[in-house]
């Protein structure tokens, strides 16, 4: 699924090309893909609003218009947003989910090959986005509010991280990833770790997420990017994805074990179980 520096990706290629444009209506190809409001309202809602600014709140893309109201989108897991010329080869594509006409007789193309992603258009946009957690990049992120989410916490630290109401916008990637470098083992709790490791995460967080924006985010198997050749942050991962190759940090073979259902790595030397 992309994680925040794919969003944020997404975001800044979009705000390129989509600010000042207007929007004459929308279509809902696949019913399912839209959350709120109805496809008539949201069609009725986008005619002649022009685009203010293209920003993102944790793995949620949002798309501001001069009403106030607030186009939101989720990509889940491969959903992908495109702007592209009338007649263009997206619209035909089998996975297209969704379309969105601009005035200038181009088009937002959302496309999803597993149907997961959702859209919403709100006024209140704290209706779909109200109960994540900081955003992790923001001045505002500091040790003492990460502590603040953890405090008293007896669930693992990857869970912890997966979880958005805790951290918004990280995923399974850029936790083991920022773990590895705060050297912390996945399976510790939230609880146990002291202030100095609370602040090691927290810069371990901020560290991650920056250099995978650097590079365009990370592509994966089910996930692309719809403009070009990048996610080039693969080639720089430390941790995850690499069971048995060595730890860039002692040469430790890497281990990959299972948190909530989800394959994690570490290195079982730099991130002991016992520390704290």
């Known amino acids: 699924m992309p994680e925040l520096p794919e969003v944020e990706t997404v975001a800044a290629d979009l705000r390129d090309q989509l600010v000042g444009r ?42 501001a218009l001069d009403s106030g109201a607030m186009l939101i989108i989720h990509l889940r897991m491969t959903g992908q947003l495109a702007v592209a010329p009338a007649g263009a080869a997206l619209l035909a594509d089998r996975h297209l989910r969704a379309c969105f006409p601009l005035a200038d007789g181009a088009l937002l193309v959302f496309t ?35 502590a603040d989410r953890l405090r008293g916490r007896r669930t693992a630290m990857k869970a912890l991280l997966l979880d958005q109401t805790v951290v918004a916008g ?51 198997r089910d996930y692309r ?11 720089e991962l430390r941790v995850y994805g690499q069971p048995g190759k060595p730890c860039p940090r002692c040469g430790t073979p890497v281990e990959r074990i299972r948190v909530t259902q989800r394959s994690t790595h570490f290195c079982p030397c730099c991130q002991s179980q016992n520390a704290g």
């Open 22 to 63: 207007r929007f004459t209506g929308a279509e809902i190809v696949w019913p399912r893909t839209l959350a709120q409001p109805d496809a008539a309202s949201l069609a009725e809602r986008l005619a002649g609003r022009e685009v203010v600014h293209v920003g993102r709140r944790g793995k949620y893309l949002l798309i």
């Open 112 to 146: 999803d090959m597993r149907k997961f992603g959702r859209i919403w258009l709100v006024d209140d946009v704290q209706e779909v986005v109200g109960k994540l957690g900081p955003e992790p990049l923001d001045w505002t992120f500091t040790p003492e509010v990460l």
């Open 170 to 220: 990280l995923g399974n990637i850029y936790a083991d990833e920022a773990l590895f470098l705060a050297g912390i083992h996945p399976l510790r709790t939230g609880a146990s770790l002291t202030d100095a490791e609370v602040a090691r995460l927290r810069d371990a967080i901020r560290q991650v997420l920056n250099e995978s924006i650097d590079k365009r985010g990370t592509l994966l």
């Open 225 to 235: 990017t719809p403009y070009g050749v990048d996610g080039a942050y693969r080639n």
